[in-house]
């Protein structure tokens, strides 16, 4: 695990099936570039038969643009059918957070971003609630309003979707937004959209995590960072983490003390998809953190 | 939380709706009998106005037997309308451990039996497998074998609950037994009969949970540690914990971490229920460490 | 553990030789006046032969004021020579924040007080550095440059000290002041001056934790909110927490991860202070959560 | 993280001075032979410009010999001065385990070794007590009683040096050994010599950390497993780990609470000792798990 480099890298993140020789051929074709590597992680799923690589070259240390790496690299990534991707450091991801009236997730993400510790840009916040908009704002970053009734949803996702796509976003945070997601944006944001469920799943799906947590008398609660699918809180886990709680705690117990849970889990997840950890792979996801 | 008093104890365990002036009562009843308190646990859980309250006295302190201090209390119990009782610490528990293949919990509470860990008497074992049987039998415990098939299973449990009656037997614990208990036995020893769940429940109820976390991608894997009641893995939970896991764990590596957690989970609830900190609420548990 | 409550209450908390009959004396006390018990605490360690005890009253069901409340039991805390106070929970301690130039402890501190996590005044923040400013005066905040340099050290804490009691503070926390603070204030503060310390006290005592937890290679690291002292990073411990780190951590990711175990740490000293879960004997504490 | 192979593999383990190309000329070296990956991890410390690299490879995709892979890797590692070994996963370490009067450690290193989780042979205990005798006879280990007094050490140390040839053991592990290992012994075993010290280090170095831990107030305990050298508990740290005390633990209870880290921990760093995941560095280790 390395912090962020402010040094510019070009990430390298491919995944393919699973044959003799492929860490090899990889790290030949950097070496041969000269690129030095500063983290370099791979693992094969022995189940699958599949295999997943993640390199972090110093950029400096190649003498080409981002482009011609990608050029040159395409003939090894056709041999071994790979999926791929090269992503240069210093071009930052734009993520916006949706949010509904609780705050401390937003809070918490906005900080960790003015600290350096989220390598993203956050072109705007959107929410169906005005209460937020001072904190956002203090930060310099636009904040968007759209209500959202029963009546009106697929109008006012309509309207996100255009706010969303007029920044150019590339990945969606519902930090607690209280509302479901449409199947078209969750299709057209797959793998891009991250959630944070207050419950340990697959335990307690759906609302009122933490009611029913306090009704089947569990002694840790939980948090959960998935990607969004169509099928609620079914989506691939990037992260999970819990606390203890005992028969002390009542019902506003368990919500405060799930609260600091439920940031930690989030910003972590956040922090890994940005720094290209993930991998999604069927329902599950590969971190190499 | 203290570790097993050598001295010699009674512990008064008491729980009743609640009143303002019951924990004054309560401990004014032990102080007018010169009682040292050497541990003293209370709380009310404010949804459900109950009062639950655990006292240990060392017994020295007390110029009466145990009876007589169960007659002297008896007004005050009716007057609250309690429920409660008072154990002699030197009158051990007797608890009957039954399992099948894996070893695991049952060589944890052995061992830690035999450090005196855990304040009881374990009278015998009882096992649908014969491979654990000098295991149990190095430590002196008779080791009973009671096969167990799809046709026998009533006369099975027949035969194993004549066994548990002749030892005259307390509590029985499932460490990793994995045959589902018939609901007679159950009710029998309600509040008695102590299960270890291979997982976060109530995440994966049922069988095969590490293949179901396994395949649900988790990123922490549990057990839990519960009283049996009729419904499968729903009774009231007694202690639970998780430990990490990551992509690169394959099915056997979560059985392997995963059993650290189960005997570590089942030995901190029988030492709570051994030390008579439990108190089942409902489908709920006090538990008073 | 119970979250704030909004009801008013009266916080009884006492410390004293260990008697027969004490919380007998106590909880009778408090029920003759038909006080109702909202939470209530108490341990005796029996190494000292001292006791300690928390009530938390509701206050409307006392037919009193808290100065009759004192008086009235002025003669039982006589009797028993007791150390002791009561709070009412609706007059809130004001609280002086230190900090310097980072801001993640503050930046929690503010979240966790404006979010009502944290039942206090924040009267004002003492810096040595301006880059805070702004974050401060956002939550209506005034925020005191006192600039400190190796010349002017007594007269900066002279000024300090005058700003701290010309808003009549009862705690100061320390959030990551890097100063090191004068005897007098500490003496002033007993038991209410309250720091944050980067590691797992007492390993790594003094400066640069971080640097020297990285060249011995542990495998957590850790951070310690104590009472300050005399004698640095000596004084007696609320709370400490750990984070796993490993080989691939860097010093960089040390502080990172360390972070934010020193805020969550820290905001959870500073609860169970303010909630008057702490009680200071000899060097140690009793935590009552 | 996988659990142990019982397929055959051969671990090829590797450092050196970090250069552009090294993970490309090691893992071509192994695919050029065919050889199918099962794990694979390397690293590189920045900051003293080391690189680790270890390789678990499936025996039965080389068509070669161990000795044959050996002799060919030969060239490259010479060609970038490596410190490398190739271990057959079939050829098991011989470790001795050195052992007081306390047994926990013990137990549970012999019980996981019995039950596979530990991948190597236990040719013999050697203690300086005679009460663990019967229950490492029961695995059918010899057990070895050596006195160790204050005027016997060296002839007692010579006697156990001997015992530990005899028997070829490529590790030592002091499970709870209360005395000090001489510095040739040290010497002799170096990187192969691992203790269990019970604290958190380097907090509490030296005797009695329990008593040391409930002195200073800690809120955690822990335990640390690590290489012995020369000076007393300074050693490269393989892995610790801690559990939550409160005020209401007594040092009887530290040490209850305690042993179930130490146990954990010291069987942690075996297992990576033996699966070759563990490479000194300096006065740290790189971890691989």
């Known amino acids: 695990?390395?912090?962020?480099?402010?040094?510019?890298?070009?990430c390298l993140v491919t995944s393919c099936a699973d044959r003799v020789g492929i860490v090899a051929a990889v790290t030949k074709f950097v070496a041969e570039r000269n690129g030095s590597l500063i983290e370099s992680n791979h693992h094969t799923n022995h189940d699958s038969g599949w295999f997943f690589m993640r390199n972090v070259i110093d950029a400096e240390t190649l003498e080409m643009s981002i482009d011609e790496?990608?050029?040159?690299?395409?003939?090894?990534?056709?041999?071994?059918?790979?999926?791929?991707?090269?992503r240069d450091s210093r071009?930052?991801?734009?993520?916006?957070?949706?949010?509904?009236?609780?705050?401390?997730?937003?809070?918490?993400?906005l900080y960790r971003w003015h600290s350096d510790e989220l390598n993203c840009e956050i072109p705007c916040v959107i929410s169906n609630h005005e209460n937020l908009r001072s904190s956002v704002e203090w930060y310099g970053i636009p904040f968007h309003y759209v209500e959202v009734t029963k009546q009106n949803k697929p109008q006012a996702f309509a309207k996100m979707t255009e706010?969303?796509?007029?920044?150019?976003?590339?990945?969606?945070?519902?930090?607690?937004?209280?509302?479901i997601v449409p199947p078209d944006l969750c299709d057209k944001?797959?793998?891009?959209?991250i959630n944070i469920h207050?419950?340990?799943?697959?335990?307690?799906?759906?609302?009122?995590?933490?009611q029913k947590a306090y009704e089947r008398g569990v002694k840790l609660i939980g948090a959960t960072s998935h990607y969004v699918t169509d099928e609620l809180d079914e989506g691939p886990i990037i992260e999970q983490d819990v606390i203890r709680v005992s028969h002390s705690c009542n019902k506003e117990d368990l919500v405060r003390l799930g609260k600091d849970v439920e940031r930690s889990v989030l910003s972590r997840a956040l922090r890994y998809h940005l720094e290209d950890r993930?991998?999604?792979?069927?329902?599950?996801?590969?971190?190499?953190?």
Chains 1, 2, 3, 4 share one sequence.
């Open 198 to 210: 207050h419950s340990f799943l697959p335990s307690f799906v759906g609302a009122n995590p933490y």
């Open 189 to 193: 944001f797959r793998g891009h959209l």
């Open 1 to 10: 695990m390395t912090s962020i480099e402010k040094e510019q890298t070009y």
């Open 91 to 109: 071009q930052m991801q734009k993520v916006v957070i949706f949010v509904s009236h609780a705050s401390h997730c937003l809070a918490d993400l």
């Open 163 to 179: 706010i969303v796509s007029g920044y150019d976003a590339e990945t969606l945070v519902l930090a607690r937004y209280m509302q």
């Open 69 to 86: 790496l990608r050029e040159q690299f395409l003939p090894l990534a056709e041999q071994y059918d790979m999926e791929w991707y090269i």
């Open 278 to 289: 993930v991998i999604v792979h069927g329902n599950k996801t590969v971190v190499f953190n």
